[in-house]
Every structure is written in C-alpha cells, then in structure tokens.
C-alpha cells in the first residue's frame, strides 16, 4: 500500500472531506475513505503558509519547464493553463507528509479550472501526486455523499445529486458564524468599517462576542439601516485581530410581502456601480421579446434566464469582478456573484421593475463546521406586491437549481447588509461603500484591505 494511500485512511482525511465537500473535492479516493484513529504524534506539523508556497513552487518550476503554461491532461481534457489564485481559506494539512490545495488556473480563453492538488513531502520539499478538475467555471463536475452507517464517501454525479448536496437547506438551519479580521501594519492613523448581522424577518442573530484592540462604536446608516461596528485604530494596534461571533438561526426565504410604507422608487434608480439607462433597457427589451410587456413576474423570470444564459461565473484578473459593476458585467459576460446580481438589478430598473441588493456568507449545506468560501451576494425583485428572492450566480452553477433560486434563497445562509452606496456618519473618506461585507479600513484616507476569514459551525439537532 503507498504510502499516499495510507494518508487517505487516516482521520484527518475523513475530516477534511467533512470541510471540503462542496467547495474543493478530489476524486483521489473512488469508492471510500476510512476512520483509523491511530495518527503519528511525533508528525511534522506543516503551517498553512508553507503548504502555499509549496503548491506555488511546484506550479511555477512546472510552467518554467513547459516554456510558460501548466499542462494538465486527463482522458478528456488537455489544458495548457496558468496560475490564477491559491485557496488559502481551502489548504490542508490532511496527514503525515500529505496536504491538499485548490487552485484556480485560467486558460487563453479566459475559462477557469478549479483543480485539487494531493501533495506527500515535507515543509522544503513537496511533490504533487495526483491533480483532478473539479470545477470549470464554477459549475462541478461531481460532489461527495456520505454513507452514515459506515461513515465512508463517495462520489455522486451532479446529475443524481440532491438539494442539500448542491448547496441548498429547506426550512431552517442554526449555526455559529464568526467573522475575523486581521488588521495589517499601520502606519498612520486608521479608521474600520465592520457589518453588523441583525435580526430581520428571516433570520434571528445574536451577537456573541467583539473582540477588538479598541473600545467598540456602532453606527447605522440612515437609508438602509445597516448597522456596522466602527473603531478609531492607530500603529498600535498593528497586526491585531478583530473577532466577531454569531448564534444564528435561519428560515428559508421565499416571496414575502412588501412593507405597505416601503419607497419602492429607490430600487428604480441608479447606483454608481448599477446604472439604469437606454443600454440596459435595450437589452432587457430584447431579453423579454414577445413574452409579455405587463407582467412584471414574466419579465422578471425572462432577465433571469437571459443572465444565467449569457453570464459565466469566473473569478480572473485581479481587480476586474467582484466589485459588482453592473457595466463591466455586460461588457464582459462574466464576474462573481456581484456582477451577476447587478447586471440583473441594472435590467430590471431599467423596465421598471424595483430590484435591491443583500450581501452576507452562505453557509456550506453537507458539512457542519469549517471554512466559508468568502462572502455571497443575491438580489430581490418586486412584482405582485412581493418581494422575490433570487440567487443567479448559484443557478449558473446549478441548472438543476434554476427554477428552486427564482423566488428562494436556501436557509443556510447568513445576511450582513443590504443595498449599495451605502454612507454612515462617520463614513470612509473614499465615499458612500459600494457594498459592505468585509471590512473597509483606511489609514490616512487610504483604503488598505485587511486579510478577513469567514467560518462557521452547525447546531446539530438530534
């Protein structure tokens, strides 16, 4: 038996699939992996950091041989790619001398692969052994099941995979969520913005715990009502973190009643990042076709399908997505979660269909502790004196979801503040935030992004 396999029959592999099961998976054990409790005491523990550098260091010397891409090739596939992102939130230490990490790899075309790589060595010197494609453009090729007599897994097709394995948990869900920042150097004088969960009709949060460097201060912005912790930082408090921790149970969203005194004109307007407009209108004309030009559900629905159709879900150069710039999506037929809910709320107001924004964590459905892939953002529309809830990044991903996320929103999920432009008092020097999920921190006026970590823990009922 190698000595790779071996690693895979430990307890910490069954507890890395528990915290990866729905984000970076690897077909590396086919039909089962197995509890054995006995693990080496006297192992080398490897940090995080060093298992970074050595997936970046195998990857760059892999490039430099093959004159400037990275080959993968499997029976189907043969990739000439390069280096995009390492998961950090995703690395592992799964064993003696064997550790796991995700990447993301970018062909010409702009198409990203999320591959898993299984690596055996030490510290200074790692080998990858085997490399599988999970993800391309966000959309899976497989997720894992748990058998819960024997506790082993095993692959499942997305075709035959269920609701929760893809993402989705129907009716309620509770868990811990807990939220930390670490603040970097600073050289001057500092000034952060943290979202505040707060309870709502959906969701009931308690605020545990605030751990931070200096004395708490909460302010709350007079259009939305988001609520943030606000702190007066100095060198001092250079490289100190900020802990926030969550109890919070949450319903499954669906249609819901309007606020009999809500101003449904501010979600017809333009934002900075979400222009309405002749382009937009345009579009969302062509989009709707001779579907229906009163029905605002009919519209809707039409906008919907015509981003899922037209959208690919990819996180590429540094800086161009992930702002939810609403003219970039068009332009680009691409983005995360944000561009894809704003290009949505861009053509629903341009044909007068009220629409808003919400941005929180979603929390993973078949584990029940662990790492959270960032923050998570969706959308509701108005139509038939509701509110409908709608998440089109997570269709894209999951056709099979696209009907369940056009009026849903799964309970597994945490909200941290809604809408855009959004200005406290005191607010950023830089302007109204455009939206608030993680922190804005400035020093001397200056936006600085601080390394911010989201992880969670399920209440499990008996």
């Known amino acids: 038996m190698t000595k790779f396999k071996v690693a895979f029959q430990s307890f910490v592999i069954i507890a890395f699939i528990i915290a990866f099961l729905t984000n970076c998976e690897s077909n590396s054990v086919e039909k089962e992996v197995k509890t054995n409790e006995k693990l080496t005491k006297k192992e080398e523990k490897v940090s995080i950091e060093k298992i970074e550098e050595g997936i970046k260091s195998y990857i760059d010397k892999t490039t430099a041989k093959a004159g400037g891409t990275f080959r993968i090739k499997d029976d189907s596939l043969d990739l000439d790619l390069r280096l995009v992102r390492v998961h950090t939130e995703y690395l592992s230490h799964l064993g003696p001398g064997s550790y796991f990490a995700c990447v993301d790899l970018a062909d010409e075309k702009g198409d990203i692969y999320d591959v898993d790589f299984f690596l055996e060595g030490t510290a200074d010197s790692m080998d990858v052994v085997r490399t599988n494609i999970h993800k391309l453009n966000g959309r899976p090729f497989y997720t894992w099941k748990q058998n819960k007599e024997d506790k082993t897994w095993y692959r499942v097709p997305i075709e035959d995979a269920g609701d929760e394995l893809l993402g989705v948990i129907e009716g309620k869900d509770e868990f811990e969520f807990y939220y930390q920042v670490e603040l970097p150097e600073i050289d001057g004088e500092g000034e952060v913005w943290i979202p505040i969960a707060e309870s709502n009709d959906f969701q009931e949060v308690e605020l545990l715990a605030v751990n931070s460097p200096v004395k708490e201060q909460y302010i709350t912005d007079d259009q939305f009502g988001n609520k943030a912790l606000y702190l007066k930082l100095n060198k001092t408090h250079s490289g100190e973190p900020i802990h926030l921790s969550y109890h919070v149970q949450r319903k499954e969203k669906k249609p819901y009643l309007a606020?009999?005194?809500?101003?449904?004109?501010?979600?017809?307007?333009?934002?900075?990042?979400?222009?309405?407009?002749?382009?937009?209108?345009?579009?969302?004309?062509?989009?709707?076709?001779?579907?229906?030009?009163?029905?605002?559900?009919?519209k809707a629905r039409a906008l919907y399908d015509y981003v899922i159709d037209n959208m690919k879900y990819i996180k590429n150069e540094e800086g161009s997505y992930g702002t939810g710039d609403a003219v970039y999506a068009c332009d680009a037929q691409s983005g995360n979660c944000s561009e894809f809910h704003s290009y949505f709320i861009a053509l629903a107001r341009s044909v007068d269909i009220p629409a808003r924004f919400a941005i929180g964590a979603s929390i993973p459905s078949d584990r029940d502790e662990g790492g959270i892939n960032g923050y998570h953002c969706w959308a509701e529309f108005f139509a038939e004196g509701k509110w409908w809830p709608v998440d089109i990044s997570e269709a894209n991903k999951y056709t099979a979801l696209a009907t369940y996320y056009f009026g849903h929103h799964g309970a597994n999920r945490v909200e941290l503040s809604k809408g855009r432009d959004i200005k406290f008092n005191p607010g950023p020097a830089s302007g109204a935030i455009n939206f608030l999920a993680y922190p804005v921190l400035e020093i001397d006026g200056f936006v600085v992004r601080p390394k911010t970590t989201f992880t969670f823990e399920r209440k499990v009922t008996s």
């Not at 101003?263 to 309405?276: E, R």
């Open 259 to 298: 606020d009999a005194e809500e101003d449904l004109k501010q979600y017809l307007g333009s934002n900075t990042l979400i222009p309405v407009g002749e382009r937009f209108k345009k579009i969302a004309l062509e989009a709707i076709g001779n579907k229906t030009k009163d029905d605002p559900l009919i």
